[in-house]
């Protein structure tokens, strides 16, 4: 028993040397805590945004999300895949003009090229024989912001819109 607590006593205890290194630790954890800052969002429109993000979240709580489980549940999985592709399909023009306007020459050929196969092979959208048949590469994801990035247009003011969101 004595043993087990000398043993306890000296595991307790912290040479100066110790000592030093747990202050001089202290202060690298504090200079790296003064360098973290927390990125500002400017938002003068909050109040307002606040609003339209209850609204938005208590819409999708209410409405659209038991809408989609409900859709999910009587709509046959081939009929909801092949609308998805559809809507991909009438999506096009937005992904193809940010193509060329972030001067991504290819991806914008292999949208058009999508484009064209889906529209005529594949039944107005409904199918992707781009990719099933030819093996092109999935649309790129490319939007206006990304555009204006690349043009050095930083971010501008937060705005949450009813039924669309941020």
Partial sequence: MLAVACWLVTACAVSRSDQETLSLDREWVAEEDALLVEPVVYDPLESINRKFFLFNDRLYFWAFNPTAKAYAAVVPKDVRSAFSHAVGNLIFPVRFCNCLLQGKVRQAGVELGRFSVNTTLGLVGLTDPAADVFGLP?????????????????????????????
């Fill in 138 to 166: 999935p649309p790129p994801a490319e939007d206006l912001g990304q555009s204006m990035g690349v043009y050095g247009v930083g971010s501008g003011v937060y705005l949450c819109l009813p039924f669309y969101g941020p």
